[in-house]
């Protein structure tokens, strides 16, 4: 379920003293002068420069969250700011589809840590509804049945209590970890030290299968030295039951209104080249050949399109930011959309026909929502959100035995926006399998509906009240995201920390300061990176990262020239 974060009993590591605390300190000394984003400053700045020299023009190439936010506040200071697109939107990888007839998040689901969240703060302010979840699980073994409900939850809470340790022993241990270990390893020697059975110990391992649906890939591939950094936000997951669409526009208002965005232009190049007076210029070229001159660039194209070489860099990047692109991995996550006439799953007071008056064009309540879990009858009575399908034997087509997760957007704790589908997540090489099914198909098409409708068949047909003879257990829309055939998300989903082979890692220098050295970019030569990849370790993988970046990186474009005092 993109990034992970502990549960809201483990809100006491927020005064734990470590790595990402020290890092998000020193991230918001940096930025904490923006906060206050006052007319006061953006005059002072304006009235500094108008009698020596004229205002920067700076280039945001994307319009994602980062872009956006970073727009925001540039143009806050009289800053001129074009954005270049290469989509036709706005948004990024923060995207939503109406295809199913109502509107679903075709990426980021949920927001990750309630603690100081802007991107909850803009929930809040847009009346976006989410949805606190609860952890309640379904899980149906290898073979296909029901697991006992006691003893999936009594190993389940084993599973996520060694995750935690093995994030505690990462970000301990971090310099001593061998960067060949992974978080398989870890669990491998946990079991062997627990007290439980043989066949309990083969399902915990299938449980911390699971942990795929968060880090967008195999979680044998999970790197063990950085785990820590998979961390997130205190405070639990929220899941957006109204989408992250109204949050998309709100981050926008300020770019939108006051910032030149050029919409389908899509960037090949950027050179950076000695100006007038010494001053350093950054040429930016486009696909359809038209070069544009900035003072300063600001990329925030995801970490895909900078490890393939998008766009090109004039002269090339240094060492230092190539081995930090290179050594930080992509995850493969995806996710497929299943809805049908109605919830079969759920039980019989469930099962009315979903309702078209919570769709996009009239979804907000009259007040901002956090929906809470504070009906325990109401929510036992409903299927857990979460199923689990562990390592499937049944499966003909799943070759590596994946895990299959879902989530149940009938439940309850997402009224008023509950409806009767499923939502399913993939990564990986199986998520590439699935991909590679409907690579070539319109979404529209027979052909596209089928082949992810025979694939998810094996899985939806375990569900409690699967009968072949009810219509209402055949789907009537299927939606699938197709993030590693997206040029522009970078062939993939988020960042994430995963085991490099012997001769894919280069220096010796940590991943937490290759990021480091990527957030810094290039300013003396007029060029800057943000996004989720560059984002306070805390955030990393994020929206909420993504916002913070593109803030940060503002700061900093002011700071450079001389438009900002320094903080005492």
Same mark, same amino acid.
């Given at each position: ?32 002068? !923006? ?63 109406? /295809? ?14 309630? *603690?100081?969240? +802007? ?15 609860? $952890? ?12 006992? =409900? ?18 505690? /022993? ?16 870890? @669990? ?25 649906? @968060? ?14 950094? =998979? ?54 070229? !486009? $696909? ?53 006439? *109605? #919830? ?7 099962? &009315? +026909? ?11 309540? +009259? ?23 562990? #390592? ?20 309850? &704790? ?8 499923? %939502? ?16 070539? %198909?319109? !979404? ?11 694939? @998810?068949? &094996? ?9 072949? !003879? ?28 995963? %085991?490099?082979?012997?001769?894919? &890692?280069?220096?010796? =220098? ?18 800057? @990176? #943000?996004? =989720? ?26 700071? /450079? ?8």
């Amino acid at each position: 379920m993109e990034r992970s974060s502990r549960s809201d009993q483990n809100g006491d590591q927020a005064n734990k003293v470590g790595r990402m605390q020290a890092d998000l300190v020193k991230f918001f000394d940096d930025v904490k002068s !923006t906060r206050n984003e006052a007319s006061v400053q953006s005059q002072n700045t304006t009235s500094a420069w108008r009698s020596s020299k004229q205002m920067p023009h700076v280039c945001i190439i994307g319009a994602g969250i980062a872009g956006l936010r970073c727009a925001d506040i540039l143009t806050q200071h009289n800053i001129k700011v074009t954005i270049l697109e290469g989509r036709d939107r706005i948004g990024g990888r923060v995207s939503q589809s109406n /295809h199913l007839g109502h509107l679903v998040d075709m990426g980021p689901n949920w927001i990750h840590g309630t *603690r100081d969240n +802007p991107i909850l703060d803009r929930a809040r302010e847009t009346q976006t509804v989410v949805s606190h979840t609860g $952890e309640r699980g379904y899980f149906v073994d290898e073979i296909g049945q029901a697991m006992q =409900e006691d003893t999936a939850n009594r190993l389940s809470a084993f599973t996520w209590q060694v995750i935690t340790d093995a994030i505690d /022993h990462s970000q301990e241990n971090c310099e001593r970890i061998a960067p060949t270990e992974s978080l398989k390893d870890f @669990f491998d020697r946990k079991l062997i030290e627990s007290n439980l059975e043989l066949d309990e110990r083969n399902i915990v391992l299938q449980m911390a299968m699971t942990l795929g649906s @968060f880090t967008g890939d195999t979680w044998e591939r999970q790197s063990l030295k950085n785990f820590w950094l =998979e961390e997130c936000l205190d405070g639990g997951n929220l899941y957006v039951a109204s989408t992250h669409h109204s949050i998309v526009e709100r981050i926008a208002q300020g770019a939108l209104s006051h910032a030149h965005i050029q919409f389908s232009t899509k960037v090949i190049s950027v050179e950076a080249c000695g100006g007038s007076s010494g001053i350093t210029n950054v040429l930016v070229t !486009t $696909e359809s050949g038209k070069s544009f001159d900035f003072d300063d660039v600001v990329v925030t194209v995801p970490i895909g399109c900078l490890k393939r070489g998008l766009p090109r860099f004039s002269p090339p990047l240094p060492s230092r930011i190539t081995r930090a692109i290179k050594n930080t991995s992509y995850s493969r996550l995806e996710k497929i959309y299943i809805t049908f006439p *109605r #919830a079969f799953w759920e039980p019989k007071r469930k099962t &009315t +026909p979903y309702s078209h008056s919570a769709s996009p064009d009239n979804h907000m309540p +009259p007040t901002a929502s956090i929906t809470t879990i504070d009906e325990p009858a109401k929510f036992r009575e409903s299927f857990p959100i979460f199923a689990h399908f562990l #390592a499937p034997l049944y499966s003909l087509q799943n070759y590596e035995r994946q895990n299959i997760e879902l989530v149940s957007l009938s439940s309850p &704790t997402l009224e008023p926006y509950s409806q009767p589908s499923l %939502l399913f997540y993939t990564y990986g090489s199986l998520g590439t399998q699935i991909i590679s099914l409907i690579s070539s %198909l319109t !979404t529209d098409s027979p052909e596209y509906f089928s082949a992810l409708n025979d694939f @998810f068949l &094996t899985y939806y047909s375990r569900l409690p009240n699967y009968d072949t !003879t009810r219509s209402d257990c055949y789907p009537i829309g299927i939606l699938a995201s197709n993030w590693q055939s997206d040029k522009m998300a970078g062939w993939g989903s988020y960042t994430n920390f995963s %085991l490099k082979d012997n001769d894919d &890692t280069e220096g010796n =220098e940590s991943l937490e300061e290759e990021v480091l050295e990527l957030r810094n970019g290039l300013p003396e030569n007029g060029i800057w @990176f #943000a996004g =989720e990849h560059v984002a306070p370790l805390v955030a990393l993988g994020t929206v909420t990262g993504a916002y913070w970046s593109g803030q940060w990186v503002a700061k900093k474009i002011l700071k /450079h020239h001389d438009l900002v005092q320094e903080d005492h």
